[in-house]
């Protein structure tokens, strides 16, 4: 396989878990979304791709959209008879909208699952995973900064971002801003080249931001604009905070947290169905007057 220098993102997926529209919500911007006249179109659950070459892929968290994402995207579309360009999975935490595509692939083709320890330890206590033929599904596990490779010559790093435990392991009401391996960052290397994805973030601490300090392209968590969106919506009864994610706006937010940062692109994934950055608006205007970007289904950037 040549490798080239290029590295190529697309975005899978941009939405938050239960995509764009929702099954069963009725909030505007769903209603907007399945309105094939409208200029919002529908998004599926967050993932990334990624290539250097064009031909061999990593995919960042297997979306339960995962089918209708390769359907969508044709570099990631079989060539031949029982083939895919999907060499890799790399999985960021171990909730339902990052872990459920692994289902979907199981038709006994080869590739590689990469994760820590902890998020490891969820696909092994549930058997359904086993669909995934061990003999061909290899389970690498991977140690917080320890270096390796979805792809020949793409460097990689998983690292610890404060977030909490996945809602179906939450017993009461659960650490919010813990580190460790539940909840992770990716940053990829390739040249002097340098890319994070963090689709789940509670906070941006110190030690955080100085490890996006300088990135060619940092892709990050834009669940909520508001920590009570939800409850403001009717949708739900818990903050953006209580579910482990910063808002975009207010106080200790992620455009106040990493305005100062230098960023050479900042574009927001993991994007939740209420949110009001998905339409045109005083939100979205905020958000881009702030330099960042609203991630879509099929955005493409080549650095």
């Avoid at 100085?210 to 968590?221: K, Q, S, T």
């Avoid at 903050?239 to 910063?246: I, K, L, S």
């Amino acid at each position: 396989m040549k490798v080239t220098s290029d590295l190529r993102i697309i975005i899978l997926g941009a939405a938050a878990g239960g995509g764009l529209p929702q099954w069963n919500c009725g909030c505007l911007n769903c209603a907007v979304a399945r309105d094939p006249g409208s200029a919002l179109s529908p998004q599926s659950q967050s993932s990334l791709a990624v290539s250097l070459d064009g031909e061999s892929w990593a995919v960042f968290n297997a979306s339960p959209d995962i089918r209708q994402q390769i359907q969508a995207n044709r570099l990631l579309q079989p060539r031949r008879l029982r083939h895919s360009p999907i060499k890799s999975i790399v999985l960021t935490n171990g909730d339902i909208d990052h872990l459920a595509g692994l289902l979907v692939l199981r038709e006994k083709h080869a590739f590689s699952v990469f994760s820590t320890a902890s998020i490891g330890q969820i696909i092994d206590g549930n058997p359904i995973f086993r669909v995934l033929d061990p003999q061909l599904v290899q389970r690498k596990t991977v140690a917080i900064e320890e270096r390796f490779f979805p792809l020949p010559g793409l460097e990689a790093r998983l690292f610890a971002v404060p977030g909490k435990v996945p809602l179906f392991l939450e017993e009461g009401e659960p650490d919010i801003g813990v580190e460790g391996e539940q909840t992770v960052g990716l940053e990829l290397k390739v040249g002097a080249k340098r890319v994070c994805y963090i689709p789940g973030c509670a906070m941006v601490n110190d030690g955080l931001a100085a490890r996006l300090e300088g990135v060619d392209a940092l892709f990050f968590d834009g669940t909520l604009f508001s920590d009570d969106e939800m409850i403001a919506t009717g949708t739900g009864h818990k903050t953006g905070r209580r579910m482990g994610h910063m808002p975009i706006d207010g106080e200790g937010g992620s455009l106040e947290a990493l305005g100062g940062l230098s960023i050479q692109r900042k574009v927001y994934v993991h994007i939740n169905n209420t949110n009001p950055i998905w339409r045109s608006g005083p939100e979205r205007t905020r958000v881009e007057g702030h330099g960042f970007e609203v991630g879509f289904d099929g955005m493409e950037i080549c650095l």
